[in-house]
């Protein structure tokens, strides 16, 4: 599937993966605030860090002067944590005025991201509590005294109703009064529940039940349920009958429109040596050959633009 994005999102994912001045991809050892969201087991995770001004005699007037994140995730998920960094630092935030922060405010930042990709900015906003939570610990600053519940026992407690990714009953009931869900479709979209194996839609104590509990039982069109799909049912594959030639063509035509002039912009280029099945072989070329970021290039450039457009199951391997 082809995704629409800002060019502001645009801008910040190849400003990230090329290692630009004034970008934040990295983590800040010995850290004040550390936190994590999200797991690699299901395709995103996002790890924050920040450093703050220590002010000598009151914790809560410490302010963030420095934030980086650590990302397993795509497009969406680096330009969103760009933007939560960027938002922070220009904003002169103390840890707990970084809480008025929400998924909406990194979504505006970016110009807009599509439906689909809005959970990447919750889990900016989620990785960000975590890491408040744990710069509040180091400091002795006590949330709850402030009337700040982080609630971070939701994560690990409660009734497991995502398996696939992890998610509990508490979680998914916050998440759909913060961010108004009404829909199975909103709740995939902005957490990414059921968006796997699409078991935990309609079972008994699932989202829509979930729904129900929270908003109030809907009429339904359904003179019936419908059928459920088996669990973790493998994902469609693109069509057989394309020839290599034209898979090739493909991916070549897809490197010409997304990679190749951002890489020109550096005096670059990217050159495709091989492809068998869906291993794509490339070498980068002029100054990006010698680029010690050459890795994150081909990583996050060349291999998440075939992602993206062509077939998620490729991988580019540089040669």
């Known amino acids: 599937m082809t995704w629409n994005y800002s060019k ?61 994140y650590l990302t397993f995730g795509c497009t969406s998920a680096i330009a969103a944590s760009e933007a939560l960094c960027a938002i922070i630092e ?68 409660g009734r497991l109703v995502c398996t696939c990714f992890g998610l509990t009953e508490p979680y998914i009931e916050r998440k759909i009064k913060e961010l108004d869900l009404k829909t199975i479709g909103d709740i995939t979209g902005a957490i990414k529940a059921g968006g796997a194996c699409m078991s935990c839609h309609h ?21 019936q349920l419908p059928v459920l799909p088996m669990a973790r049912e493998p994902k469609a594959q693109p069509p057989r009958e394309m020839s290599p030639f034209k898979f090739a063509k493909l991916v070549d035509n897809i ?31 002029g100054a990006c050959s010698n680029c010690m970021g050459s890795t994150n290039t081909v990583k996050m450039l060349v291999e998440q633009a075939l992602k993206d457009h062509v077939d998620e199951q490729i991988r580019v391997i540089e040669v």
């Open 90 to 157: 220009e904003g002169d935030f103390t840890p707990i005025d970084a809480l008025k922060i929400t998924n909406s405010d990194i979504v505006n930042y970016l110009e807009g991201l599509p439906q689909a990709k809005i959970h990447c900015s919750v889990m900016g906003a989620e990785a960000l509590e975590a890491a408040v939570f744990n710069w509040a610990q180091k400091r002795g600053v006590d949330l709850a005294d402030l009337g700040i519940d982080i609630r971070r026992e939701e994560q690990e407690e």
């Open 8 to 68: 502001k999102t645009t801008e910040l994912f190849m400003a990230a993966v090329q290692g630009r001045p004034g970008t934040h991809l990295g983590e800040i050892e010995d850290a004040d605030g550390y936190g994590e969201h999200g797991s690699i087991a299901c395709g995103d995770a996002l790890r924050f860090t920040f450093r703050v001004d220590r002010h000598p005699t009151d914790p809560k007037l410490d302010r963030i002067t420095e934030a980086r």
């Open 255 to 285: 490197l010409d429109t997304y990679a190749r002039p951002q890489l020109a912009r550096d005096g670059g280029d990217v050159e495709i040596i091989d492809i068998k099945d869906r291993m794509v072989y490339v070498q980068l070329k």
């Open 203 to 223: 079972t008994p104590g699932g989202l829509q039940d979930i729904l129900n509990k929270v908003w109030g039982e809907r009429p339904t069109a359904f003179k």
